[in-house]
């Protein structure tokens, strides 16, 4: 065994990788319950790229042996294999910044995984992020997109191009872009054209847009709060903040125009612009369904998302991601 692995090193240290990987699979076959042997492999399998079966192998050692110049070797493999990852995405984020990518900070958003790739995403998130397989499972989605790190954007971006490169959608959205995004609320459209329109806000400002822009719909109900009155235990009169209503809202996505149309069901005038023809004593429920209805024959192949609870509660676990009073924009009534 020896012999063999003075010529193992020797191959390795001239980087004859395809000999040292011969000589290791020899050493494999004949002693394969040699703690320096797997070692042996591992080093091998580093220095070629593979750096998840190094990985594994320096585990495998750290889990059957105990002497502890053996464990210490694992230790260091295992060590030189991150500081290596660290070091080829810190020149990743380099050259995205080098390209023009923001400086700013962002976040990184996996979006839901099926099934048969569950167990991949979770490992990958495991390696990406050291930490152990049990806790990677719960940041994988399986039904809308959660958010599961925050930092500069350059290196978010990084952390997706590696999720992608095993075949697992993420996307690392970057902060500034996000404050560039207008959000009209909409209190009347009025078509201006083929199949264009122009949405008024409360300000009496005008928005065209463009239908075939739009690039998804968004539906949800959110609860508003506010200031209302009460009696107390001492059937008193009191102010505190509670409930107000529950508001249904509809979010056009307008890229192109860096642009969210929103609509609410307290703030639309049904009656102006495009004129739903509805009788006066309709009740806004039905009001806002022939709304929909309307936008749906506009917008018909336009993809509908309708996960806001998950997003909501996933948003939650960020705090500073969050402006500090949101507002629906109607009412000074805040969502919660």
């Known amino acids: 065994m020896e012999v063999l692995l003075a010529q193992f090193e020797q191959q390795l240290a001239a980087q004859n990788y395809g000999a040292a990987l011969a000589t290791a699979d020899a050493l494999a076959h004949q002693f394969p319950q040699e703690s320096q042997v797997r070692l042996a492999i591992a080093r091998v399998y580093s220095a070629i790229g593979q750096v998840e079966r190094a990985e594994e ?16 070797e694992a230790r260091r493999g295992l060590q030189a294999i991150e500081d290596q990852e660290q070091a080829a995405r810190q020149r ?40 152990d397989m049990y806790t990677a499972k719960f940041g994988v989605p399986a039904r809308s997109l959660k958010i599961i790190r925050t930092g500069s954007a350059a290196l978010m971006l990084a952390f997706a191009e590696e999720f992608a490169q095993e075949g697992i959608a993420a996307l690392a959205v970057d902060l500034g872009a996000i404050a560039q995004v207008k959000v009209v609320v909409a209190l009347e459209l009025h078509p201006v054209g083929l199949g264009q329109v122009r949405a008024v806000d409360r300000r009496g400002e005008g928005t065209e847009v463009t ?10 109900v959110l609860p508003t709060y506010g200031e209302v009155v009460d009696v107390d235990a001492k059937r008193q009169l009191i102010r505190r903040e509670g409930l107000l209503d529950r508001v249904r809202i509809c979010d056009l996505h307008v890229p192109r125009q860096k642009l969210i149309l929103r609509f609410h069901d307290n703030s639309l005038q049904f009656a102006a612009g495009v004129g739903l023809d509805l ?48 507002t629906l924009g109607c009412c000074g009534s805040s969502p919660m």
């Open 211 to 220: 239908w075939a822009d739009v690039t998804a719909r968004v539906y949800g």
């Open 92 to 131: 990743r984020v380099q050259d995205l910044l080098a390209a023009g990518c923001d400086p700013g900070n962002g976040f990184l958003v996996l979006m839901p995984v099926a099934a048969e790739l569950r167990a991949r995403a979770a490992a990958k998130l495991a390696r990406l992020f050291r930490t």
């Open 57 to 72: 192998l320096y585990r495998q050692v750290m889990r059957e042996f105990t002497q502890p110049k053996v464990l210490a």
């Open 279 to 326: 009788p006066a004593a309709v009740t806004i429920q039905e009001r806002w369904r022939s709304l929909m209805d309307w936008l749906a024959a506009k917008i018909p192949d336009t993809p509908i998302y309708d996960e806001l609870p998950d997003f909501v509660d996933m948003a939650k676990g960020f705090p500073d991601l969050l402006p500090a009073e949101p």
